[in-house]
């Protein structure tokens, strides 16, 4: 675009030819820009998603006691995901003039997301179900996400219809949708992950105290936000606007809009009290006593509690086994570290 807008190129010119006619090297068309876009923009959004996927994966299992459910369907939906994702950037455009054809195309491959998506959840679900589990505010972030990403994931459902997304397009349902999905549920993924392995990193732990304020503070402020947003935006709310007040119709959600700005507010304090307790915990936190304190079985929990360079002072260990032998022959956790024993059963 920069180049088209200053050096006369025309990378977005989307007729060569007219009638036999040589076109003008000039302009071009914002529409095939704007499919440039998106072809980037939805994969983007599973670049935040897909490691916060991972990492909850990781969290629910250490602090359920129990291996993940369904390891190679949560392996599988990772990887359809990862291939979908580049197959669906037109269900943003359905009110660009796109031929109504192609628009169920994209209706199809944009609700087929749907199956990977809904077997991690049930997967994650199934995995916490009957476990032992141990609420850190690592888990509890983690639980959080997988909340959010089914919360988020339905409203996908509405707007990923063609027919309905006409309705809602650039209305507040679009906004609450988008930031629950990518915004709060990955920002709780990395949550999950910073207090998971903050012990590791530094050597001490985050102050839980001010772990679980922080959560339920972003937990419910979250929904408050922007679950009420969903139905301004099935009101007819369009989103982009500074200042509704002059739109008389729309001045019924002026108590709720001022709702969602305090909320908004004490959310965004509950985050500094975050940053406040990551720099506090790295000098001040409580001393981590042992290398593994959450009990896990992954390499990085054999290192020392203040690893060197090359991480390990010694021999660099083998991995004998999954990352998930919780609650397995009458032990609560085996290291991949141990060698497979003559008894065992060896499914992994
Ligand atoms: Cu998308």
Excluded at 197 to 206: A, C, E, S
Excluded at 234 to 247: C, F, I, Q
Excluded at 285 to 296: E, H, I, L, S
Excluded at 315 to 334: C, L, N, Q, S, T
């Amino acid at each position: 675009m920069l180049f088209d807008r200053n050096l006369g190129t025309s990378f977005y010119l989307s007729d060569i030819y007219v009638a036999g006619q040589i076109l003008p090297n000039e302009g071009g068309s914002a529409i095939l820009f704007q499919h440039l876009f998106w072809f980037l923009g939805h994969p983007e959004v599973y670049i935040i998603l897909l490691p916060a996927m991972g990492m909850v994966s990781e969290i629910l299992s250490v602090n359920s006691r129990k291996p993940i459910f369904g390891y190679m369907a949560m392996v599988g939906s990772l990887f359809a995901i990862c291939i979908l994702a580049f197959l669906v950037w037109a269900h943003h455009m359905f009110v660009t003039g796109l031929n109504p054809f192609l628009g169920a195309f994209f209706v199809l491959l944009t609700l087929l997301i749907a199956v990977p998506s809904a077997i991690k959840v049930f997967n994650w679900l199934t995995t916490l179900w009957r476990g032992n589990i141990r609420f850190t505010p690592g888990m509890l972030f983690a639980i959080g996400f997988v909340s959010l990403f089914i919360s988020g994931g339905l409203t996908g459902l509405f707007l990923g219809n063609s027919t309905i997304d006409i309705h809602l397009h650039d209305t507040k349902f679009v906004v609450a949708h988008f930031h629950i999905v990518m915004g709060v549920a990955s920002m709780f993924g990395m949550h999950a992950g910073i207090y998971h392995w903050f012990p590791k990193m530094f050597g001490r732990y985050l102050n839980h105290t001010l772990g679980y304020i922080h959560f339920w503070i972003t937990m419910v402020g979250a929904y408050l936000i922007f679950w009420p947003m969903h139905y301004e935006g099935l009101a007819g709310v369009p989103r982009r606007y500074l200042d509704l007040r002059e739109w008389h119709s729309f001045n019924k959600f002026d108590d709720l809009n001022k709702m969602i700005t305090v909320v908004s507010i004490i959310v965004f304090a509950a985050q500094l009290m975050f940053v406040f307790n990551f720099f506090y915990s790295i000098f001040k936190g409580r001393k981590v006593r042992t290398q593994n304190p959450w009990g896990a079985n992954t390499l990085e929990w054999t290192t020392p509690i203040n690893p060197g360079h090359g991480n390990w002072p010694g021999e660099i260990p083998e991995v004998h086994r999954w990352a998930y032998d919780y609650a397995k022959d009458g032990r609560e956790f085996i290291p991949q570290t141990e060698p497979v024993g003559p008894n065992e059963t060896t499914d992994h």
